[in-house]
Nanobody
Framework: QVQLVESGGGLVQPGGSLRLSCTAS????????MNWVRQAPGKGLEWVTS????????YYADSVKGRFAVSRDNTRKILWLLLNNVTPEDTAMYYC???????WGQGTQVTVSS
């Protein structure tokens, strides 16, 4: 079955960087768009970014554009999200999402605090 497992979250200081990973299994990863979605404490889900199947086109929410970068390795079936210049507003649970399967990972927590 489709499985998505995120990792890489943690505590980071404002202005710092962090790289999240999502390892996929159970489907042909290389054929599908992938998303990162986040949920801040007490708030709803917020779409962060989408990347096409080839990994050569991506879209970003205005709130992260220019700071975050999504990438993927289709051979290893891994999706990454690089968070740069983070602010406390980036504190959230970050989820990997395979939209065509309606599949979600368990999430990885990112906390931005000094």
């Amino acid at each position: 079955q489709v499985q998505l497992v995120e990792s890489g979250g943690g505590l980071v200081q404002p202005g710092g960087s962090l790289r999240l990973s999502c390892t996929a299994s159970g489907f042909t990863f290389s054929r599908h768009w992938m998303n990162w979605v986040r949920q801040a404490p007490g708030k709803g889900l917020e779409w962060v970014t989408s990347i096409n199947s080839a990994g050569d086109s991506a879209y970003y929410a205005d709130s992260v554009k220019g700071r975050f970068a999504v990438s993927r390795d289709n051979t290893r079936k891994i999706l990454w999200l690089l968070l740069n210049n983070v602010t406390p507003e980036d504190t959230a649970m970050y989820y990997c999402h395979a939209p065509e399967y309606s599949a979600w990972g368990q999430g990885t927590q990112v906390t931005v605090s000094s």
